[in-house]
């Protein structure tokens, strides 16, 4: 038997990938039309950004043969103006990093490093107040206090505000769950791209991949992985937290970087009906 084209293997993986995020687009009512002029203004943009000539202008007649974009919709979409930033992106980062340094900072950790509860204000030592002012001016620590509460990600008892042991599970907001899912999806994506075309893989990307498990077994698995994962990630936030200030200075400090950890399961006797094998009905 022949071996399959590489095209094919590639589509083929392609539609692996599409097919969750077809899921997600159908059930917050983002139709196959609008999809589609979604991807044709992505299509633009990546050809104009990463497929550019040196010392050439970008034409839409160029683009346009990249990608079989219509020239007339290139140059629609390069005409129309960049977003600006998202509020949602500037409230769900402000938090990210209230979180962050409370949980990396030396004066808001026991000696365990475990974070401390904060006193709202205080005349000497760390405070809740002084925290979210270590961040930013630009937001006022009340604001920044209602919305963890509202979010289940503190609790305020006896004047102290505790930050809870989950909290790096993540916003239960719906709107900063969606920022979540497109920053950490898209470098995930961004990383794994970049190694596909690389001959040496830039990026570490590594999954351990086990089947023919029972569901008991999972659990304790995924249990470990909860606990495994939990610990990495404080640890990275802390040796993050003190480069980052020992980096703010730095002229060449412009980088960024990002570090997530994920855990799927399925039971494979049941996954021909989620993936809509059976039989076909016509109408």
Same mark, same amino acid.
């Given at each position: ?142 604001? *920044? /206090?209602?919305? #963890? ?6 609790? +305020? =008892?006896? &004047? !102290? ?70 610990? *990495? /990630?404080?640890? #990275? ?6 480069? +980052? =200030?020992? &980096? !703010? ?35």
């Amino acid at each position: 038997m022949a071996d399959e084209p590489a095209e094919n293997v590639f589509i083929k993986g392609v539609q692996s990938v599409l097919r969750p995020l077809v899921r997600a687009l159908i059930s917050q009512g983002v139709t196959a039309p609008a999809l589609y002029r979604m991807i044709k203004r992505i299509y633009v943009e990546v050809a104009e950004q990463d497929f550019s000539l040196d010392n050439a202008r970008q034409t839409d007649s160029r683009i346009s043969m990249l990608t079989g974009v219509h020239r007339g919709d290139v140059r629609s979409f390069r005409k129309d103006d960049l977003p600006a930033v998202d509020a949602v992106q500037e409230k769900t980062t402000t938090l990210a990093s209230v979180l962050g340094r409370w949980l990396a900072g030396e004066q808001t950790r026991d000696i365990d490093g475990r974070p401390i509860p904060l006193p709202r204000t205080a005349e000497a030592g760390p405070s809740f107040d002084a925290l979210v002012r270590s961040v930013s001016t630009d937001i006022r620590p009340r604001t *920044v /206090l209602d919305e #963890l509460l509202r979010q289940g990600l503190v609790v +305020q =008892e006896d &004047d !102290l505000i505790h930050l809870r042991a989950d909290a790096f599970l993540g916003p239960t907001d719906p709107d900063q769950k969606v920022y979540f899912f497109a920053e950490n999806l898209g470098d995930h994506i961004t990383a794994a791209v970049d190694n596909l075309l690389s001959d040496e893989p830039p990026f570490m990307e590594r999954a351990v991949f086990y089947n023919r498990l029972t569901s008991d077994s999972i659990d304790a698995l995924e249990d470990e992985a909860r606990d495994v994962a939990g610990s *990495v /990630l404080v640890r #990275l936030n802390e040796l993050a937290h003190k480069n +980052q =200030e020992r &980096d !703010l200075d730095a002229p060449d400090g412009t980088h960024r970087f990002r570090f997530g950890v994920y855990f799927y399961r399925e039971d494979e006797a049941t996954s021909d009906t989620k993936t809509g094998a059976g039989d076909n009905e016509e109408d």
